[in-house]
C-alpha cells in the first residue's frame, strides 16, 4: 500500500470497477439542490450532515457503497462515517469525474 492509497487517492477507476461489478450503490452527499442540478443515474442523495440519521437504511441494502459529491471533500467524510459504522466503502470522489470513470467500465 502506497502513501497515496492510505490517503484514499490511490488507483481509483481499478478501486470504482471492483465496486461496480460487486454491485455498489452510489450515494451523493451533497445538497438536494445540488443534486437537481445534475448527478448520476441511478444514485441515491443522502446530504452529508443527515447521513448517519441514514446507517441502517444503507446497511438494510446489504452492497458496498461508493460515496461521491462536488469535489470529494464531502464524499471522504462520508466515507469516514460509513467506514465508522461497518459499511464497505470507497470515496468516488466529485461526482462528474465518477460518472466518467464509470461510463469507461
Do not use: H
Request: aromatic share 6%; hydrophobic share 35%.
Amino acid at each position: 500500500m502506497g502513501f497515496l492509497d492510505f490517503l484514499g487517492f490511490g488507483n481509483k477507476v481499478s478501486a470504482i470497477e471492483e465496486y461496480t461489478k460487486k454491485g455498489a450503490i452510489i450515494i451523493d452527499v451533497r445538497s438536494t439542490g445540488e443534486f437537481r442540478g445534475g448527478n448520476i443515474a441511478g444514485s441515491k442523495n443522502m446530504p452529508l450532515p443527515s447521513l448517519s440519521q441514514d446507517i441502517d437504511k444503507i446497511k438494510s441494502w446489504n452492497k458496498p457503497v461508493i460515496a461521491c459529491c462536488q469535489s470529494g471533500m464531502r464524499s471522504a467524510q462520508a466515507t469516514s462515517i460509513l467506514k465508522k459504522n461497518g459499511i464497505d466503502c470507497i470515496n468516488g470522489g466529485g461526482w462528474s469525474s465518477l460518472k466518467n470513470k464509470i461510463s469507461a467500465i
